[in-house]
């Protein structure tokens, strides 16, 4: 059968027609989806307060509508990584359920108990377990899919299995290109527009070193990466943390998803500096911050080390030496690619809540050039920190 | 059809069949195969002198036997490399006439009107358009299968089209590894031996920077490579050159090709150290080959660089400052990779005759001393090179 779109009631024959409900007596379904790709359907037995996430591809980018159309086919990309992730960490992700790759769609575990950490940070909410669960996530995600451990044959065979080709170049576009000239892309706060014209588009040096970042981006297939791992992208509870979309992922540069996630907490970071909230709440929250990206980095360092001590395979990873140099790229690439997401994110085609929800333009805009200036700090100098505590103190000094 | 293994009169009867030759009438074929891996036939009209060359992969490796089995999808990979070769740069790759992708076979013009490069150069042989042909089919090849011309999407297909397990495993062990310890798939001349066990094996600074160099090998997709690109995969004449035995052929690290060529002149320049000859046309002959790994290298590079001013399609490849950055390091890892290709030449499974030709063992031994010696310097120095008439001085020093 082709593709069709999925409405509330096909969603629930379909789910009954598959068996992962018995009946559709007592069943509901609400599309949820806030995504910009995805249709989510979320079907409960009301009776048995059992339920599941039903998501599907849509054939076109749901944020612009049907003018930019995309394959469906990413939801195959996503099925496929959240199969490995299953069986690697499976304590970090939502359960698989079903996937059916002809109607581009999977259905898993439904996690709406736990709130979109972006939602959470917005509202100052802590997440106690984050750094301890995402750490072991990124550590076990990047260095099991590596050419660290996995035999030559296995590793090129994830890299023909994620070619991802459309994901691939939103991420190029969005990220790398757009944001550095005044691409129709870009989705500008008009108070911000002189400062980019006047200074941030003229800036040669940021370009040129973005442009390398890029070409690791195009070149570099380390590991299998997440791809989009954002604060959208993270379901997050007191004790729990599923992170899930992984229709972007692909064998490329393992500092991707670890810069990723820093740059979305440095946003919220910064973010307050535009918000009338109590002072004492902000610092405190600010503390918080900092002390979660550090532990976060720091774990996952750790972690990753000690896969490498036990399971490195590969003869090579154990010249003497040779890890404290990977872990050194690792870490300069890690800031530039967390210092290109915090510019994206001011003024390309997605951004955060956490600065969009500032309604003063002017304010916003203040929030934006700091933002913007310190993710050029971050690339410009990703060469010369020595370790995330320095990156911290330069965010810490230049925020209030 | 299944796979069978051809032979002369079977060589004969599929060329007719498919319409390469009118009829079987006056025609010859004689294998004449000395590669490691495959059947290679000249079938030609006795008449006519018309012939052509077919090659068919075995499913063994040939020089180890049938106890090193090897999946015949090599040949797959060689007719699509040589398409794309026939399409980029005609003048220096054989012409592709017919493709048999069930057989593991390909029908090509015969070159055999040429020597092979590697013999030529052992009875001094100068090749004086050599630098100019092979510094073009370098320059188009390495940069218009790269991200900076190509579409992401095409690039992508590339390495999707090109993943080549096998052989690129061949290169990540006998290259990148088993030369660095005692591997059973080495060939140590039993003088050397003394030296790799003492001295050569215990240089852990090395086996950690070839390391790093395997990595980019494993991880780098930037270019379409031909991957064993050395003097006995040229044919070449006064006014011709032809680069075939493309089955390395994969989405690599450009400067694997290029390094790669120079290191083996490099070999054949060492050898006569080992060699009774003449010492004037000795010194004769080595000026000549270190004026043609400068002019093919500065050939190289300004064709490559007038191929990205007119062709860099992707945007990021303009940047200011951008370009040099790559050329810099493109020319870092060549000298590193140029360094690997010298050592494992000298004890691993394949050598070249330049060296193995020396039939006094001790006399052989000096200059494979002088190979490791000289294969370690440019890899440990190669960040420090600022340009190849640095390492052609280091060498010219160091020998005689």
Redo the contacts between chains.
Sequence with gaps: MGYYQMNEKLAIEYLVEHGVFDSATGLTAKEVGDGNLNLVFIVKDEATENSVVLKQALPYVRVVGESWPLSIERTIVEANALEIYNNLTPNYVPKLIHRNDQLSLIVMEDLSHLELMRYGMIKMQKYPSFPEHASTFLADTLFYTS?MYLS??E???L??KF???EL??IT?DLI??DPYHDADTNNINPRLRPYLEEVFWKK??L??E???L??KF?????SLIHGDLHTGSIFAGENETKIFDAEFAFMGPAAFDVGKIIGNIFINYISWSGKDEDPERIKDYRSYLLETVIRLHRFFERKFIENWKKDALN???R????RD??MNNLFTDTIGFCGAVMIRRTHGLAQNLDVTGIEDLQKRRDVQVKLLELGEKLIMNRHSFNNLEEVTNLIKENIE
């Design positions: 050419d030559s044959e590793k090129k065979k890299v023909a070619i991802n080709i691939c170049k190029e790398f290109t040669t040096d370009w040129r973005v442009s390398k890029k070409y195009m070149t570099e297939a380390q003869i090579s990873a010249a003497e030496g040779y140099d990977f």
